[in-house]
């Protein structure tokens, strides 16, 4: 029996989770590996850690810190196909790491372990209940142990018709406060690590060379040729970069290496520069 092609309308009804899981987009933390090779030099990351990735979507943090670093651990998403597509990417890419990926909701993952290092990127912003999801964090942690965040801020206000249609494309809304505002989160850990970055916006060349090679891959991986079928996941990608893509001169992003300690948390003993 011939196998059913996905269609359109299928694709088209997907969540935007859930059509990054479906193309498999290594839907990167701010900064890619960049920001990785600084959490894994600030945080000691090494063989002896055991990671936790929250929200890993396909799995590129956990699985390109432990390439680098030799580390274990889990990472888990509430999307199914998100996480099939991450454990695709540690067959196909990183078959001798030794991460675990999971589909699970984060406020409900319940595991005896303890963490060295805790993994949440950009992602606690767009959590309902973001002060909720660190302090879950926190309680998965060794004393001792570091979040490795990498939150975008904004430097100037967002134009509201480009708040909409970020929102329309993503299901969501993008992050609109300061760099206070969302330092102020963090404000029980100790910064181990800290710097500020700006965004370039990427060209056309580089988004759709990108959007090529992702929607390319994905027909491979689901035997897709129904060229109509490509044009609309191509479309709708390049459709998700351009937006983001349009927001960047409006960043900025931090990469921060937080430590746990439970004498001290959840005070703060050491000024801000």
Avoid at 234 to 259: A, F, I
Wanted: proline share 4%.
């Amino acid at each position: 029996m011939k196998k059913k092609e996905i269609t359109v309308n299928e694709i088209k009804a997907m969540s935007y989770t859930d059509f990054v899981g479906f193309i498999n987009q290594w839907n990167v933390l701010p900064g890619s590996h960049n920001t990785l090779s600084k959490w894994a030099i600030f945080s000691n990351l090494n063989k002896k850690s055991n990671i936790l990735e929250i929200a890993c979507t396909t799995g590129f943090s956990s699985r390109e810190l432990a390439i680098l670093t030799g580390c274990k651990g889990k990472a888990i998403d509430i999307s199914e196909k998100s996480v099939k597509s991450a454990v695709y990417n540690k067959k196909k890419y990183a078959p001798k790491i030794k991460i675990d990926y999971l589909v699970e909701d984060g406020y409900k993952f319940n595991t005896k372990e303890k963490f060295s290092h805790i993994v949440i990127g950009a992602a606690l912003k767009f959590f309902p209940d973001p002060e909720g999801m660190l302090k879950k964090c926190i309680s998965l942690l060794n004393d001792g142990g570091v979040i490795l965040a990498s939150p975008f801020y904004i430097k100037s206000k967002l134009p509201k018709p480009l708040i909409a249609k970020f929102n329309k494309v993503f299901g969501i809304t993008p992050t609109v406060e300061s760099y206070k505002d969302i330092i102020k989160i963090y404000r029980g850990l100790e910064i181990i690590y800290e710097e500020r970055n700006d965004i370039l916006k990427e060209t056309d060349e580089e988004l759709k060379h990108y959007c090529h090679s992702t929607i390319k891959r994905a027909c491979k991986i689901r035997e897709i040729s129904d060229k109509k079928v490509y044009k609309f996941m191509y479309d709708r990608l390049l459709e998700v970069k351009k937006m983001s893509n349009e927001l960047r001169p409006y960043q900025g992003y931090s990469v921060l290496v937080l430590r746990y300690r439970s004498k001290i948390y959840p005070n703060r003993y050491v000024e801000l520069f």
